[in-house]
């Protein structure tokens, strides 16, 4: 791995974005590994835009680069434009706010260094400290086991925001959910990949709450149900890669 690609979706996170630019720009990867941070602004009603846009101004940062939406797409939409524009050997998303740490980046990529794994999901639920509502935790447990029980994997957060995958890859993968539903499709369609060695590592999770921003609701949880069973069951290999 010489490069990384960092996607960072934004919608109206005005109050966070410009620290989580420092934050990310300030990681030091291991080995020299280079960044690239793509931030995809989804038309955002709030000052989103003018805050990266500070960033950039403030910095004349070159590894950055900024994509703006001309309409909302949803964080799904947001992920397939970074993808595309990605140009590092493996690509992993970072969310606009601060509920995860950035610095966790080179436990994430260390299985993939070691030999051990070309996929590496971090895992909110192997950190012995489990923050966050129960609900919350219950919701995402049950749409881990019911993508583990159909896709046949093993895994213990299936809707973590931190997937490290090889840049390739993810370009190959037919991906077309708009909204939150991106996460148990990318899983589904990287289960059917069988050559493919999966990791987990502890990270980090600081949630948020709905008051403070937070934007996945119960009505992204049925959708996931939905996506669950159908690019699992309803979707083979051919209908998941170009």
């Known amino acids: 791995m010489k490069k990384l690609s960092i996607i960072i979706p934004v919608y109206n996170e005005e109050t966070t974005i410009y620290d989580v630019l420092v934050k990310v720009n300030n990681v030091k990867l291991t080995d020299g590994i280079e960044k690239e941070i793509i931030v995809v ?3 955002s009603s709030d000052d989103s835009g003018k805050e990266v846009e500070r960033y950039l101004s403030e910095t004349k940062n070159p590894i950055v680069k900024y994509v703006s939406h001309p309409v909302n797409t949803g964080k799904g ?3 397939h434009t970074g993808i595309k524009s990605a140009t590092g050997d493996y690509t992993i998303i970072q969310d606009a706010d601060l509920e995860l740490d950035p610095n966790e980046f080179n436990i994430i990529i260390q299985p993939v260094l070691d030999g051990k794994a070309d ?3 971090g895992s909110r639920f192997l950190n012995k ?3 966050g509502a129960a609900m919350s935790k219950m919701a995402n ?5 019911l993508s583990n029980f159909v896709f046949r994997t093993k895994i213990t957060d299936m809707e973590t925001c931190y997937k490290l995958v090889p840049t390739p890859i993810f370009q190959s993968l037919k991906l077309v959910e708009q909204r939150f539903g991106f996460e148990p499709e990318i899983t ?9 060695k999966w990791a987990e590592v502890p990270i980090t999770y600081i949630p948020r709450t709905s008051e403070e921003g937070k934007k996945i609701g119960w009505k992204d949880g049925v ?3 939905i996506c669950i ?5 309803f979707t083979n290999k051919k209908g998941s890669v170009k």
């Not at 447990?141 to 086991?145: A, D, K, N, S």
Request: aromatic share 14%; charged share 25%.
């Open 41 to 43: 602004n989804d038309t």
């Open 77 to 79: 939409g947001a992920l």
């Open 119 to 121: 996929i590496v999901y």
């Open 129 to 131: 400290k489990k923050e």
């Open 141 to 145: 447990g049950f749409l881990t086991w």
């Open 188 to 196: 589904a369609k990287l289960a059917k990949l069988k050559n493919l």
């Open 223 to 225: 959708r996931a149900i």
């Open 229 to 233: 069973l159908k690019y699992g069951w």
